[in-house]
C-alpha cells in the first residue's frame, strides 16, 4: 500500500505561479512513475505530466513550457511547477504513482484556481 499526500493548490491570478507537491508514505520504495493528471468540471480526468524512475519526463501539449514535474526519490515526493497559469488551468489535480509491479495508486486531490 501507498499513501498520497498532495499539497500546494489554492487560487491564484491569471499569470501566477504555483507549487504542488505529492508526498508517498508505506511501500514507497518500488515507485516506477510519479505523474500528475487533472480533472476540470465537466470534463474527463487527463494526464499533465509524468516523470519515470530514470528521469525522463514528459507534460501534455496544453502545459508545455509552462509547467515542470520533478522528483525527489530520497524523500519519495514528486513536485508540479506551474507558471504562467491560465483560467483554463483550474481543475483538481491529482498525484499518482505506480510501482515496479504495475499497482497505480492516487492521491485525494488539490484544487487550483486560477482566476482571470
Known amino acids: 500500500q501507498v499513501r498520497l499526500v498532495e499539497s500546494g493548490g489554492g487560487l491564484v491570478q491569471a499569470g501566477g505561479s504555483l507549487r504542488l507537491s505529492c508526498a508517498a508514505s508505506?511501500?514507497?520504495?518500488?515507485?516506477?512513475?510519479m505523474a500528475w493528471y487533472r480533472q476540470a468540471p465537466g470534463k474527463q480526468r487527463e494526464l499533465v505530466a509524468k516523470?519515470?524512475?530514470?528521469?525522463?519526463?514528459n507534460s501534455a501539449d496544453a502545459v508545455k513550457g509552462r509547467f515542470t514535474i520533478s522528483r525527489d526519490d530520497a524523500n519519495n515526493t514528486t513536485y508540479l511547477q506551474m507558471n504562467s497559469l491560465k483560467p483554463e488551468d483550474t481543475a483538481v489535480y491529482y498525484c499518482?504513482?505506480?510501482?515496479?509491479?504495475?499497482?497505480?495508486?492516487w492521491g485525494q486531490g488539490t484544487q487550483v484556481t486560477v482566476s482571470s
Open positions: 499518482t504513482v505506480v510501482l515496479t509491479d504495475g499497482a497505480p495508486y
Open positions: 508505506g511501500n514507497a520504495f518500488s515507485i516506477d512513475i
Open positions: 516523470i519515470t524512475s530514470d528521469g525522463n519526463a
